[in-house]
């Protein structure tokens, strides 16, 4: 395992040019955003990135979290980074100052997670799912409820945990079947199993707060029976005192592939005659409740993706540097591997995928943020539509992209990669999860087809696809040969993507599995053009600082390149997909299930 | 994990339609070869891949290989299948009766290979190994060496290893530091420490025959001063019987991502004075006779991608049969979730690609057995050609491939996937070894530029591609809607394909790094176009078959239906990989090193 270092030059350069934190910053509540305070910000979280979370990375590992006598424990360290998580507030670094928070943009957030989730994903699940539950109750909570959970789940005292799935209830969540039967005091009587439950039970915090999809007595089938609930792991009084045990534990864990040190808990809730649950918000709104946050929760799941696809990076970067084996072609000396043409291009694989992902992440963060903060109606919704046109997209692609870097680290560092102790094959094991948790690759694409392309006929799709049609035309047209090529590709994935979107809207009427057949393919082609498009802006920036001799040169001509290779070689896949979009829907369906 | 059951059928089909089994056994010494034997063959060896190896594969993974005073220990049941492949001579079948073995064709070896491989790869590579070991000896070992060390490895009794990494000697052999000093008898001393060494040692046979790179004191630098010498463990007299234990032992084991099973060894040669070695050959050709034996290792490795890729598509098929989540798309009721759009897309993606990989390998092996058994010298060369030009494709494409497919597989478990028990991650981890051992993906890349390619000025090439060009031109004409549609797609790649190869030839002279940045695009642009001829060839067949009415109708019709899906989303990968090769080489190189 080598050191991390947060590449903080590229994330400020994604913050400043490309996701508009100055604008960001000028909204109201987020003025203290300045470029100051938010340089200070990620050199004291990559510090900890670097110094705390990171060494621990490979321990957590190789430990993995264990059930001892019904309690969850957790690698050396943990307690450790924990106390150094709720000292800093870094839990609450995008929530308001009433509650105790940091009241700074989720853009900052976003960034700061980047570096936790490459340092140490399975620790850096503990808060960002604490951070999840403090926007669920924020959001959908009753004020009382606040008062009383907020403030040690805002300071990352207390731990959040989303209760959803089941065995029988996974992308399904209709077929929830935990039970919650109200009671005279108002509370209701939780009992069921969940499964799959990262954090559901540890020592760290000195309480745990779970929200628990269940359903009422009475309650309709399906999703529009579902309710939301908090559930306390110890109850609270209204004081804030602890009080008893509550009737919720982890039963066993998960033995995963990867993310060891993440307790993933089979959560049984009411052994012991039933948990005290109590209502958030009304009865069968609870996935509705779910999706409000679920634009956070995914983003974040996204970043995962491009955090370890930055460790995956500078782990093979680094063996890339010291490694010598052989003479490249066209040298005149062995050297070190990195000189290699292709240990070259799969480093620039890798760069150029991560710096793209950063920017959508990023650029979807800042269109969250104003959707929250911007004080003109027609603009906020229009910045909400954005970022839930780009959430599915972020997921999907991120994630999946995430695991093909990973994987490209491994084989950078060739025989050493597969051996344990490198630490690049942790990468791999560990991102394998997160094209799969908080809504599959297909799901995000459903949800990208149904909700975000078919349901609005496409206008906003057109309306992305548009604005990069204008850059992709004014880079086509200029004079540096690479802004040329870039623009001449982009203007390529472009037509793909809308061409692919024009298909989606005629084929869905026909036969409503066609889309479904064409949505992976689909997310993907709009990951790898969407992504082109920030590089795209990119290059525009760095050959204007360049024209200007502004600034850290070596920084700007390295992003025009990385630019150009993006375009080269990972712009020309959006035909691929094309292909398999328009003309390959059909052929999924033609075999026959007992011919498979 | 679930049940393996060897898909007997499509390999029967490949066997008899694509690779023409009836013209290999019309070769002189392959007579036996007739499609009852082989049948009869790959019933029995289906037999024990699915009722001896591919039970014990989650539990050599489970308890992996460990080193406990100085022996290697393995899983429980790996004794059995070990005298199981004995007994059956399973070893010997692509070796001459002379020697104890089958003496049917290697490609009847690859179709029982495939099997074995897909039913427990950690288990595998020991006769896999074994037969390594005796093609080397069969090739360049002296008669006496033979009649020494070949019975009982043919047999598999003794097993062999293959000794070449040293831990600065991997990719560049030239490196190797192992020394080897001759001694008065005609024995060589040798000493030095090897890495990365499959089965190096273990208690499973009584005697085991190491293949040793090594230099001697007066040879040249590099490649040209490396000799091959059989060691083995135990010293063996003129009439066979064991002597001495030889002065070689594992010191370690490598603590891997996957094949937990298949001890790794690190081997030290003469920690007390020197390990008795004996020259195969001669001096300073070590590496020539390595490269005898590589079509075959190689293609080996090709065929794990392969085998594993049907496991992972098995097990993934059985769970999607059975987990209920959710309706399809278009569905009136709840099904099964293999009738989701995008779970059939999936497994249609897996089921193609391992169709085309089998036809592929297949293919090559049976031009590896004309090149050795063809009377007709020019025929045989032309064999020859051929299968050399495939096998860096075989081995590379497939590979690459088999581990992508084996995410997949995963994918289509959603959380469970994640979940150890489930078995899917297994493959995952396993498949992962394939693209870096038996030299990396960028090897064989570079191989095929360079000597596959360059060296003959794309004359192989250009006969490949002629051939598939007319079969693409025939089936776009035809009547059959998707016949036209391989057609169509398949002269695109070959276009691809071609300009490819053009751009190969063209830009080797300007630069040498452009060919090795663009060798691994290349080389998976060729896999995507030369597995999609065999498709193709097998969509003509199963046309033919339907229309005449003749034999398993269902099975063609399947067949003609998964080579349109290939068609239709495979092959529209191959412009993507041309643009990264003509367009993206120069964008390879341009980010200095120290800005990566």
Redesign the interface.
């Known amino acids: 395992m080598t050191a991390f270092s947060p590449n903080i030059r590229d994330m400020e350069f994604v913050l400043a040019e490309l996701a508009g934190l100055d604008e960001v910053a000028a909204l109201p509540g987020y003025e203290e955003a300045s470029r100051e305070l938010v340089h200070s910000v990620l050199e004291e979280a990559g510090r900890i990135a670097a110094e705390v979370l990171a060494p621990l990375n490979a321990v957590g590992d190789r430990q993995g979290a264990k059930l001892v006598d019904g309690k969850v424990a957790l690698p050396e360290g943990w307690e450790g980074a924990f106390r150094t998580m709720v000292e800093g507030n870094w839990t609450g670094l995008p929530f308001p100052a009433e509650w105790g928070g940091m009241g700074l943009p989720g853009v900052v957030n976003v960034a700061v997670a980047e570096m936790w989730q490459a340092a140490n994903m399975a620790f850096t699940l503990c808060p960002m799912l604490t951070q999840g539950a403090v926007h669920a109750i924020l959001e959908c909570a009753s004020e009382e409820q606040k008062a009383v959970y907020l403030p040690k789940l805002v300071t990352g005292e207390w731990a959040g945990t989303m209760n959803l799935?089941e065995s029988?209830a996974?992308?399904?969540l209709?077929?929830i079947r935990t039970k919650a039967v109200p009671q005279a005091d108002g509370s209701y009587l939780i009992s069921g199993q969940k499964?799959?439950i990262t954090y559901g039970d540890h020592e760290l915090a000195e309480n745990i707060i779970h929200l628990v999809l269940a359903r009422l007595p009475d309650a309709p089938p399906g999703v529009k029976g579902i309710s939301l609930f908090i559930v306390p792991k110890f109850m609270v009084s209204a004081d804030g005192t602890l009080g008893a045990r509550n009737d919720v534990a982890a039963v066993s864990l998960?033995?995963?592939?990867?993310i060891h040190a993440s307790p993933t808990c089979v959560m049984s809730f009411g052994d012991n005659g039933g948990a005290t649950g109590f209502l958030v918000g009304q009865e069968n709104r609870g996935l509705e409740y779910m999706f409000v946050m679920m634009n956070h929760a995914r983003l974040n799941v996204g970043v995962q993706g491009l955090g370890i696809a930055e460790r995956a990076y500078q782990q093979a970067?680094a063996y890339a540097?010291e490694r010598?084996?052989?003479k490249?072609?066209?040298a005149a000396a062995v050297t070190p591997i990195?000189?290699?043409?292709?240990?070259?291009?799969m480093?620039?694989t890798i760069?150029a995928n991560v710096e793209a992902m950063r920017a959508l992440a990023y650029v979807e963060a800042a269109e969250l943020d104003k959707a929250h903060a911007e004080p003109d109606a027609d603009k906020r919704a229009q910045s909400f539509r954005l970022a839930e046109f780009l959430n599915p997209v972020v997921k999907g692609w991120s994630t999946e992209t995430g695991?093909d870097m990973a994987?490209l680290g491994?084989?950078v560092h060739?025989?050493m990669?597969?051996?344990?102790?490198t630490g690049a094959?942790q990468h791999?094991?560990d991102a394998?999860?997160t094209?799969?948790?908080e809504g599959?690759?297909?799901i995000q694409?459903?949800d990208l087809v149904n909700r975000k392309i078919l349901r609005d006929k496409g206008a906003t799709a057109k309306l992305v696809l548009d604005e990069l049609a204008a850059l992709a035309d004014e880079l086509a047209a200029a004079s540096d040969s690479r802004l040329k090529?870039i623009g001449t590709e982009l203007a390529e994935g472009r037509r793909a993507a809308a061409d692919a979107v024009e298909w989606i809207l005629s084929a869905a009427p026909q036969?409503?599995?066609l889309?479904?057949?064409a949505?992976?393919p689909l997310l993907k082609l709009m990951g790898v053009v969407l992504g082109g498009y920030q590089m795209a802006r990119a290059a525009k920036v760095a050959r204007a600082r360049l024209d200007a001799g502004e600034g850290d040169l070596?920084?700007f001509?390295?992003k025009l390149?990385?630019a150009?290779?993006y375009a080269?070689?990972v712009l020309?896949?959006a035909?691929?997909f094309?292909?398999?979009i328009t003309?390959?829907a059909?052929?999924?369906?033609?075999?026959?299930?007992d011919?498979?």
């Open positions: 799935t029988s996974g992308s399904d209709g077929a499964i799959f998960e033995h995963k592939l990867g970067r540097r010598v084996q052989g490249p072609a066209g990195v000189d290699h043409a292709d240990v070259r291009r480093l620039m760069k695991f994987s491994v084989q060739g025989g990669g597969y051996v344990e102790e094959a791999l094991r394998r999860i094209a799969i948790y599959t690759t297909a694409a459903n090529a036969d409503p599995r889309p479904a057949a949505a992976v070596d920084f001509e390295a390149n990385t150009w290779f080269e070689h020309p896949q035909p691929a094309l292909a398999s003309r390959g059909d052929a999924v369906m033609t075999v026959p299930a011919q498979l």
